[in-house]
């Protein structure tokens, strides 16, 4: 798309494609108001900037009620797609996992003597479940040896505690 097709769209409150939907959808500007929880003045305002923008009267009065232009019929498939996409794009964070994901399978956690080795396994344990990483991920807690600094500085321990 070039920046230059874009101008239209800048140029406009992309709302308005929202209820130009809702228009093309229910053909009654109190029923917009309505689903939209704004004041019919305002789609009725609304409505008459969407009619400059396409040159297009939209909708129009008759007999029974209002109905659809020719081009109002044609564009209304198009506006309910671009506005499943918008709603997919603003959703689409939802998809994302929001829990943690590990870098290895097992991290080694050693601490001093076994003052707090079963605080710290019941609170790994608790996070592992309430992340739902149960089968992704090990922490092995074990009691300090005379080797801890070094194999922290190896990258054999994760995490270490105490002095």
Same mark, same amino acid.
């Given at each position: 798309? /070039?920046?230059?097709?874009?101008?239209?769209? *800048?140029?406009? #409150?992309?709302?308005?494609?929202? $209820?130009?939907?809702?228009?093309?959808?229910?053909?009654?500007?109190?029923?917009?108001?309505?689903?939209?929880?704004?004041?019919?003045?305002?789609?009725?305002?609304?409505?008459?900037?969407?009619?400059?923008?396409?040159?297009?009267?939209?909708?129009?009065? $008759?007999?029974?009620?209002?109905?659809?232009?020719?081009?109002?019929? /044609?564009?209304?498939?198009?506006?309910?797609?671009? =506005?499943?996409?918008?709603?997919?794009?603003?959703?689409?964070?939802?998809?994302?996992?929001?829990? =943690?994901?590990?870098?290895?399978?097992?991290?080694?956690?050693?601490?001093?003597?076994?003052?707090?080795?079963?605080? *710290?396994?019941?609170?790994? =344990? &608790?996070?592992?479940?309430?992340?739902?990483?149960?089968?992704?991920?090990?922490?092995?807690?074990?009691? &300090?040896? #005379? /080797?801890?600094?070094?194999?922290?500085? #190896?990258?054999?321990? #994760?995490?270490?505690?105490? &002095?």
């Amino acid at each position: 798309m /070039q920046s230059s097709n874009l101008n239209k769209t *800048i140029k406009n #409150d992309i709302n308005l494609l929202v $209820t130009l939907y809702f228009l093309l959808k229910h053909k009654k500007v109190s029923a917009v108001a309505n689903e939209m929880f704004i004041g019919q003045s305002a789609v009725s305002h609304q409505l008459n900037k969407l009619r400059a923008i396409f040159d297009n009267e939209l909708l129009v009065r $008759t007999a029974k009620g209002m109905r659809l232009t020719p081009f109002a019929e /044609q564009i209304y498939p198009e506006v309910e797609g671009v =506005l499943a996409e918008l709603e997919s794009l603003f959703t689409r964070h939802e998809e994302v996992s929001p829990h =943690l994901t590990p870098r290895k399978p097992v991290y080694r956690v050693c601490m001093p003597d076994n003052v707090y080795m079963n605080d *710290i396994a019941s609170l790994l =344990l &608790r996070f592992v479940e309430q992340e739902k990483l149960s089968d992704k991920v090990i922490f092995e807690v074990f009691e &300090r040896y #005379d /080797q801890c600094v070094t194999d922290l500085n #190896d990258g054999k321990i #994760d995490f270490f505690s105490g &002095r």
